[in-house]
Nanobody, 112 residues
Framework: QVQVVESGGGLVQPGGSLRLSCAASGSILSINAVGWYRQAPGKERELVAAIISAGSTNYADSVKGRFTISRDNAKNTVYLQMNSLKPEDTAVYYC??????WGQGTQVTVSS
């Protein structure tokens, strides 16, 4: 069994920054192909960023240049550094560990 726990969300003003953490414990197959997703009220869950393998990442167009995904293999933790936040970034952010383990989500609210 794998447990995935996200943290680091909160309320931030437009232009601010947050760093989300996603820690996994248990029988983890791989820290590759880990993704950060988000779901805003009334919208479908969407992929924000993914770390495919060593040095390979993928970002949604809406966050390119503002968000950075990274990982700490020793801690089985994946991070999402979010800079220049906008109100449209407001959502619950989820982490997905392979082959299909979701965390409970962490709320990010960008508002003045």
């Amino acid at each position: 069994q794998v447990q995935v726990v996200e943290s680091g969300g909160g309320l931030v003003q437009p232009g601010g920054s947050l760093r989300l953490s996603c820690a996994a414990s248990g029988s983890i197959l791989s820290i590759n192909a880990v993704g950060w997703y988000r779901q805003a009220p009334g919208k479908e869950r969407e992929l924000v960023a993914a770390i495919i393998s060593a040095g390979s990442t993928n970002y949604a167009d809406s966050v390119k240049g503002r968000f950075t995904i990274s990982r700490d293999n020793a801690k089985n933790t994946v991070y999402l550094q979010m800079n220049s936040l906008k109100p449209e970034d407001t959502a619950v952010y989820y982490c997905l560990f392979p082959p299909g383990y979701w965390g409970q989500g962490t709320q990010v609210t960008v508002s003045s």
